[in-house]
C-alpha cells in the first residue's frame, strides 16, 4: 500500500498536469455530511488523518490540514513523518484556511477543489479569494481520481419506511409545512441535499454511513411536486408503492445534476448554501433566483413532537439502564481479572444490543484510559489499547440507535487511586455539568449563553476545554443534529438557534490534560416550560440521562452547599428511574453509587 508521501507525489503529479498549484480536500461527501461513507474519506486517504473535520491544502512544496481541538492529539500522531503541517484551528498565531489562501494565491496560479464535496457557502469564500488574488479556481476534479484504484463505492442499503406512531407525524403533514415555510419566504422550490432532513421529511431510514440511519439522497420540493432522488438498489417494493401513493417523483441518485440543468423553473428556488455543495448551488444560480436561508426543515427536525419524547424518554431510561449495569460490571471487576479499552467497550455493546428496539450504535465507543482519554474522539483498535489499570480513570463515550431514539451518554470512572489534581478536576466537571444541567433562562437565549453555565466553575480555576458544551440529537438519525447548540465560540457563518421547547441537547463538560487524563461527564438534557411571570417566559432542562456520576472520585472541598444538593437531587432521580429496572448485585451497587453525599 502507499505511504501517504507518494500518494501526496502523485497527487502532485496530477495538479502539474491540470495545471494547479493549490488542491484544498475537505472531509465531506456530497450532501455536507459531518460522517461520510467510505467512499468520501478523500482527506484520510492524502493524510493518514482520521478526524471528521478536516481540511487538507496541498501545494507541489507544501501541505497543511486543519482541525479542531477534539483532534489536536490525536491529528499530530496520525500525521507524524507524513510531511503534512497541523494547523490547530483557531489557536492563537494559527492562520484560518481563508487566510492562509489570501496569502500562498497571487496572479498566475490556480486553486482547486472539489465542488461537489465543499459546501457553497465555503466555496464561494474561497471563490472569492480567488477571483480578489487573480488566481485561477478549478472545481470540476476529484483528486482522488486515477490515484485511489482500489476505492469502495457508495454505499448502498434497504430503505426503511418508519410509520406515523414512530414519527408522530405523517410526511404528508410535513410536507405541507415545508410548503408553507416556502411561501413565508416567496420561494417556489426547495432543494435538499442534507441527509437527515430528507430522512425526517419522508419518514425513511437508511444505512449508508456507519451508525448514521440514513440513505444517500437528494429532494427537490416545490408547491406541485416532489422529486426524490435515491439509488436504485435502495428502494423496496414498500417503498415504491408509499411512494405512488404520496405524489413522490422516484428518480435515480446520479440524475441529480442533469434534472438541475434542465428542469423547468417557475419561480425562486431556497436551498441552505452551508448545507448543499457548490457545483449544485452553481448550476441553481445560472438557472434561478435563489433564497439562500436555512434548510425549514431542520428547526422543524430539532423540535421533537410528543410522540417523540415519549419514545425518547423510553429509549433513555432503558440506555441509562445498561449503562448503569455496565459500570456495575467494571467496578466490580477492576482489579480481579484483565480488563482493556477494548474488552470494556465490546461489553458495553453487546449489553447495549441486547435493549429491545436496537438497530446499530450511535457511533464508535470510544473507550479511553488514563492519556488516551486526553484525545476527545480516541479509538481503540486491535493493534492500539491499553489495558486498565488500578489507578487514573477510564472514559467511556458510547450510544445506540434504536426504533424510538439515538442516545449518547459519557460516564468517567474511577479505576483505582487517583492524584489529588485529578479528583479536583472531576468534581468541578460534575459541578460543570450540573451548573448547567439545572439552568432557568428566559425563553430567547441561545447556545452562547448557555455555555457559560458549563464552563463558570471551570473558569474560575483557570481550566477549560477545547471543544463545544453541548449538541442537538437526532431522533433515528445523526447523533451530531443543528440547528441549536451550546458553544461560546463562533465562526462566521456557524449556526445558532433560540432554545424550543422540545429540543434535546448534549451537557458534556470536560478537562483534558495531555499526556496524563480526560475526563468528560456528558448527559442528555430535553428543553421545557418552566414558568412565565410579569419578568418573562423561562424554560429549563429535564434530564433523559440516569446514570450516576462517580462519588469516589469527588472532592466535596471543590462544591458549594448548592452543587451537593444538586448532585443528591440527581442521583435520587437516578435510583427512582433505574432501580425498578436491577436486581441483585447490580441493585446493592446502584444504591451504593447513588449514596446521599454530606456536606464538608
Known amino acids: 500500500m502507499d505511504s501517504i508521501k507518494v500518494r501526496l507525489e502523485k497527487l502532485r503529479e496530477k495538479m502539474s498536469r491540470e495545471g494547479i498549484d493549490y488542491f484544498l480536500i475537505g472531509s465531506s461527501d456530497y450532501h455536507a455530511s459531518e460522517y461520510v461513507g467510505d467512499f468520501f474519506k478523500v482527506s484520510e486517504y492524502f493524510s493518514g488523518c482520521t478526524s471528521d473535520n478536516v481540511k487538507l491544502v496541498v501545494g507541489q ?4 490540514l486543519w482541525t479542531d481541538g477534539r483532534y489536536f492529539i490525536s491529528a499530530a500522531r496520525e500525521l507524524e513523518g507524513s510531511g503534512i503541517e497541523l494547523m490547530k484551528s483557531d489557536e492563537p498565531g494559527v492562520p484560518r484556511v481563508t487566510e492562509y489562501l489570501e496569502e500562498v494565491l497571487c496572479e498566475g496560479k490556480t486553486l482547486a477543489f472539489d465542488g461537489l464535496t465543499i459546501n457553497a457557502l465555503t466555496g464561494d469564500a474561497y471563490r472569492k479569494i480567488a477571483e480578489r488574488k487573480g488566481a485561477g479556481l478549478v472545481t470540476d476534479l476529484d483528486p482522488a481520481d486515477g490515484i485511489w484504484l482500489d476505492r469502495p463505492g457508495l454505499s448502498k442499503h434497504k430503505l426503511m419506511l418508519l410509520d406515523d406512531e414512530l414519527t408522530g407525524e405523517s410526511f404528508a403533514r410535513k410536507l405541507e409545512r415545508v410548503r408553507n415555510a416556502l411561501c413565508k419566504k416567496k420561494a417556489e422550490g426547495l432543494m435538499l441535499c442534507k441527509l437527515d432532513d430528507i430522512c425526517w421529511l419522508f419518514n425513511i431510514r437508511g444505512g449508508d454511513i456507519t451508525c448514521n440511519p440514513v440513505a444517500l439522497a437528494y429532494a427537490y420540493i416545490t408547491l406541485n411536486t416532489v422529486d426524490l432522488f435515491i439509488q436504485e438498489e435502495e428502494r423496496t417494493d414498500e417503498f415504491d408503492s408509499w411512494a405512488s401513493r404520496n405524489g413522490i417523483c422516484i428518480r435515480t441518485y446520479e440524475s441529480v445534476m442533469d434534472f438541475l440543468r434542465t428542469c423547468e423553473f417557475s419561480g425562486a ?25 436555512a434548510n425549514p426543515t431542520e428547526i422543524m427536525k430539532a423540535v421533537k413532537n410528543p410522540v417523540e419524547i415519549m419514545h425518547l424518554k423510553k429509549a433513555y431510561l432503558l440506555d441509562s439502564v445498561t449503562v448503569c449495569r455496565f459500570i456495575c460490571w467494571f467496578k466490580s471487576h477492576i482489579g480481579k481479572k484483565e480488563i482493556t479499552e477494548l474488552s470494556a467497550a465490546e461489553y458495553l455493546d453487546a449489553l447495549r444490543s441486547q435493549i429491545p428496539g436496537f438497530l446499530d450504535l450511535s457511533f464508535p465507543t470510544i473507550s479511553a484510559y488514563g492519556a488516551n482519554a486526553a484525545m476527545a474522539h480516541y479509538t481503540a483498535t486491535a493493534e492500539n489499547y491499553s489495558v486498565v489499570e488500578q489507578r487514573g480513570f477510564l472514559l467511556v463515550d458510547s450510544g445506540g440507535q434504536y426504533l424510538g431514539g439515538t442516545t449518547d451518554v459519557t460516564r468517567t470512572m474511577k479505576a483505582g487511586e487517583l492524584t489529588a489534581e485529578e479528583k479536583r478536576d472531576f468534581t468541578l466537571v460534575a459541578v460543570s455539568n450540573l451548573n448547567l444541567m439545572n439552568a432557568k433562562f428566559r425563553y430567547g437565549v441561545t447556545g452562547r449563553f448557555l455555555d457559560a453555565y458549563a464552563r463558570a466553575p471551570l473558569w474560575e480555576y483557570g481550566i477549560d476545554y477545547n471543544h463545544g458544551t453541548g449538541h442537538g440529537i437526532g431522533y433515528i438519525l445523526n447523533v451530531h443534529e443543528g440547528p441549536h447548540n451550546i458553544r461560546w465560540r463562533f465562526m462566521p457563518g456557524q449556526k445558532e438557534a433560540v432554545f424550543e421547547p422540545g429540543m434535546i441537547v448534549s451537557d458534556e463538560p470536560g478537562v483534558y490534560i495531555e499526556g496524563k487524563y480526560g475526563i468528560r461527564t456528558e448527559s442528555i438534557v430535553l428543553t421545557v416550560e418552566d414558568e412565565s411571570n410579569a419578568f418573562g417566559r423561562f424554560l429549563r432542562f429535564e434530564p433523559l440521562t440516569f446514570v450516576p456520576i462517580d462519588l469516589d472520585a469527588i472532592d466535596v472541598s471543590y462544591m458549594q452547599p448548592k452543587d451537593i444538593d444538586r448532585l443528591n437531587a440527581y442521583h435520587a432521580l437516578v435510583w427512582e428511574k433505574i432501580s425498578p429496572h436491577l436486581e441483585g448485585e447490580e441493585l446493592e451497587w446502584l444504591r451504593e453509587a447513588t449514596r446521599e453525599l454530606k456536606r464538608g
Open 61 to 64: 512544496d507544501s501541505a497543511c
Open 269 to 293: 428556488c431556497m436551498l441552505e448554501p452551508g448545507a448543499v455543495s457548490y457545483s449544485i448551488a452553481d448550476i441553481l444560480r445560472k438557472r434561478t433566483t435563489l433564497v439562500e436561508k
